[in-house]
């Protein structure tokens, strides 16, 4: 998330009430997650096993519950509950606002049609000659490029699924990213593709998704890619383009999946797969060597099964 003119780490220290190191007027852009998190941003840590990954990311202020030494060109803000006051900060800077009928601040363009039951929010951007169907939602600071088709019940922008546990439940993380689509996307019938936590989930250049597809928060989806109906990306995935998935697909979070690979139908996909190859399975791997196991646990079997005879 950018914040709408740059902040010092003094500032952000007096929203949370926290000690930090670091000059005054130490400059700071806005706040991100670990796994998009640039130059110029905050990031949250609260736990010793992700310090050294926090403070070695590209991230120019960490803030975390231990006061560390801090990398050259960083800044810290020490505070006792990371989580709870990246949320305080994000909330801050992005107020979470009632859902009205059509928001504030929507920019519609020219021979775009939307049914009248579509519910927009703030901040949103229409594309030209658009179609949007019925009872679509379309979350906070979604922008939608030319041409782009959205079926019925789709939502756009709904919450990240991200928690923090504790001992007597959980805790939501805000979700002040948006998402983005860009032109000539195509969005079937109940799909949900939600918001990045503070960056942004993206559906590249004419990229076409069939029905009851779940995109995870901060994923980047590719251009031109084919998504069948079922799959299920987890958050911060990158996808690359052309890239072919079909039915049932499952791929876990922070997963790499590079351009013009196929991943055929029902497989789980665990690791990054490479460019230009076909994968099958759970946990998927190359199709021509899933079928040459298979093969062999066939002859296998049947081995078996003359030699009981």
């Avoid at 689509?181 to 990045?196: A, M, Q, S």
């Amino acid at each position: 998330m950018k914040f709408p003119k740059v902040q010092t780490l003094k500032q952000i220290a007096e929203i949370i009430d926290a000690k930090y190191i670091g000059a005054d007027d130490f400059p700071i852009s806005g706040t991100n997650e670990i796994h998009r998190v640039k130059s110029g941003e905050i990031v949250f840590v609260n736990h010793p096993k992700y310090y050294e990954k926090a403070l070695n990311s590209e991230a120019t202020v960490i803030l975390i519950d231990k006061e560390v030494d801090c990398p050259q060109g960083k800044a810290l803000l020490v505070s006792d509950d990371p989580f709870r006051d990246f949320n305080k900060i994000n909330a801050h800077f992005t107020p979470i606002q009632t859902f009205k009928t059509c928001g504030e601040n929507v920019k519609i363009g020219k021979n775009s049609q939307i049914h009248s039951s579509v519910i927009i929010g703030n901040d949103v951007e229409i594309g030209e000659e658009c179609i949007i169907m019925p009872n679509v939602v379309i979350g906070d600071r979604t922008k939608i490029g030319n041409r782009c088709i959205i079926q019925s019940g789709t939502v756009l922008g709904g919450d990240a699924f991200y928690y923090r546990k504790l001992l007597t439940g959980y805790i939501k993380m805000l979700s002040v990213g948006n998402v983005v689509l860009e032109d000539e996307v195509e969005i079937g019938v109940n799909c949900t593709i939600d918001r990045g936590v503070t960056d942004t989930t993206i559906i590249g250049e004419g990229t076409k998704m069939d029905n009851q597809i779940q995109i995870g928060h901060d994923t980047i989806i590719g251009k031109r890619c084919l998504i069948a109906s079922q799959v299920g990306i987890a958050g911060c995935c990158n996808i690359g383009d052309d890239v072919t998935i079909w039915g049932q697909v499952g791929v876990s979070s922070d997963i790499t999946v590079e351009d013009e690979v196929v991943i055929l139908a029902t497989s789980g996909v665990s690791k990054d797969l490479k460019k230009g190859k076909t994968y099958f399975g759970a946990p998927a791997e190359e199709a021509k060597e899933y079928y040459k196991k298979q093969v062999k646990i066939t002859r296998l079997i049947q081995g078996l099964s003359l030699i009981h005879i």
